[in-house]
């Protein structure tokens, strides 16, 4: 089976990047703010749930892939949060945001099942 792109080629490269540079303290994010923040802004492509084994749109990896991806760490879904990619929007995520998907996403690396958040 064929890696969807962005495993196999952005992901690597945005680790490098983050391992690269210099330890910067994380502001701690809150895991049940991440996942509404994502369940209103990324899961038009990405599967937010750790039940999703697949993402809404073809290739777009799900937050449990991410979350699972060895050597994956808070800094590198930062940096990847804050890099422009070829099948991402580019849109802002401010700092408090990004620090609550974060949280989220490393959540899932324990988790079978999520619930939907109410809105």
């Known amino acids: 089976m064929r890696k969807p ?3 196999s ?3 690597p490269v945005t680790l490098g990047v983050a391992l690269a540079m210099p330890s910067v303290a994380q502001e ?3 895991a049940k703010r991440g996942l509404a923040y994502a369940a ?8 937010i749930l750790a039940s999703d ?4 749109r073809r290739g777009v990896a799900t937050f ?3 979350a699972t991806t060895p050597g994956m760490t808070g800094t590198a879904i930062a940096v990847w949060l804050q890099t422009s990619h070829p099948t991402m929007p580019n849109f802002l995520i401010a700092p408090a945001d990004r620090a609550d998907v974060v949280a989220y996403i490393l959540s899932l690396r324990d988790q079978r099942t999520e619930a ?3 809105r």
């Open 5 to 7: 792109w962005l495993l």
């Open 40 to 47: 209103a802004n990324c899961a038009e492509c990405h599967g």
């Open 28 to 30: 701690a994010g809150d």
């Open 64 to 66: 449990k892939r991410i």
């Open 53 to 56: 084994d697949q993402s809404p």
């Open 9 to 11: 080629t952005l992901l």
């Open 116 to 118: 939907v958040p109410a």
